[in-house]
Nanobody, 125 residues
């Protein structure tokens, strides 16, 4: 059983940057993927970025491509999401999640087995 704890959410002005971190307790070596999702009030949870654990391949939603970067630090057992050029529409609660098994869709929330509690990101002037 994994435990995931997100941190780094904050209030930031449009155009600003934030770095989110997800601390993972336990080994993900035998699992498939770790991802960041977000959910804004009244909207469905959507996938933002994903990292395939076996080979480190990364994937991004079109809405964040070129602005967000997912990375992992194996020594610290953390996964980070660097968010640049933030927009008001990036405002949401951000969650990290781990999928145990191979999935066709990397951005479908139901494919993920472990979730953190979320961290709030607000982009506003």
């Amino acid at each position: 059983q994994l435990q995931l704890v997100e941190s780094g959410g904050d209030l930031v002005q449009p155009g600003g940057s934030l770095r989110l971190s997800c601390a993972v307790s336990g080994s993900t070596a035998n699992y498939y993927a770790i991802a960041w999702f977000r959910q804004a009030p009244g909207k469905d949870r959507e996938g933002v970025s994903c990292l395939r654990i076996s080979d480190g391949s990364t994937y991004y939603a079109d809405s964040v491509k070129g602005r967000f970067t997912i990375s992992r630090d194996n020594a610290k057992n953390t996964v980070s999401l660097q968010m640049n050029s933030l927009k008001p529409e990036d405002t949401a609660t951000y969650y990290c999640a781990v999928a145990r098994f191979v999935q066709i869709s990397l951005f479908y929330p139901n494919n993920y087995d472990f979730w953190g509690q979320g961290t709030q990101v607000t982009v506003s002037s």
